[in-house]
């Protein structure tokens, strides 16, 4: 949190006691309108923007989640969105996270269209809330890095950030974690001595139902306590500052949020992860597998493991799907 907004929030939990809410405006300079605020008794936190300008783009997803209330009035000239923390008396300690960072987005980019960005920003703090983020563990943070390599060693040199960013769908459970026009790629890490295994955990992950093709990016791992290799906050700072515009920063953070990771949560996985062999596997015909078509009725939720072992037949050179994805036709 900036030293400014910190100062509002004690500045506020100072005022006396009483009932009501009290509040503080923030970013005046801006051309809108935004204030902190603190209820009482209950010190439950409040952010309120009035986002001046013709709507336009506005995000139709809106999800509920825990600990936060949205409230939203669209005018024809304005945009108010009300973020209360429901989180019992003082709140959630993360949503002074949140007030700040959704006020960082809308003092960066004020003008057109700044009531989308903003309400795109709650969308993947809604979704960052719903990840569970106090359960974020080490099989998670191995699962969100081989999704990143991928991301920085195959889809960006393919397809370019904006490109990159948009085929990215790790945190939605109902496609596989990239997808390009047609071409979809699953991405497995594992953590081990040996060729390892593929755990699957839903039937349709290796499902070609909907894609042309379908492969799976195979991400051996060596965890260590310390020593060499990088921490999970390493490598998305890598990708942010080396392979990514700054333009690109606040997409990137959103669908790091959907994934139940924040910047905050760097000091709780300190474990470092050094990238032992990345293997490209193409999912066709004789590929071990269980898939939706497959199944009984009224069977579902099927996971299992394959070992790597039993894939050799299935092994493509990692480089050879940069050009590919180069070719598809949406570029």
Known sequence: MSDSQAAIWSSLAAEPE??????????????HDVFFGESRP?????????????????????????????GLQVD????????TSNAGRGGDPMFTELADDVVRVLAAQPGQGAAARVLERVVAWQSFFAAARDRFSSEAAAGLFAELITLRDL???ALGPSGALSAWHGPDPAVQDFLASGTAVEVKSFRGNGDGQ???TSERQLDEVGVDQLFVAYIRLDERADGTGMTLAELILDIATNHLPPDTHLAFEDRLMASGWHR??????????LVRSQELLHVREG?????????PTGMRDVSYCVERSALEPFVTPWASLIPRLEELPWQ
């Open 76 to 83: 024809s000239d304005q945009v108010t969105v009300q973020l």
């Open 42 to 70: 209950s010190r439950s936190k409040r952010v309120i923007m009035t986002i001046y300008g013709k709507p336009e783009g506005l995000p139709r997803r809106r999800t509920s989640s825990r600990g936060l209330e949205v």
């Open 287 to 295: 590929f071990p597998r269980i898939v939706p078509s497959q199944l």
């Open 18 to 31: 009483g009932t009501g809410w009290v509040r503080r405006r923030v970013i005046p300079d801006s051309g």
């Open 155 to 157: 889809f960006l040199p």
């Open 264 to 273: 905050s949560l760097a000091d709780t996985r300190p474990e470092r992860f």
């Open 198 to 200: 593929l755990r699957i």
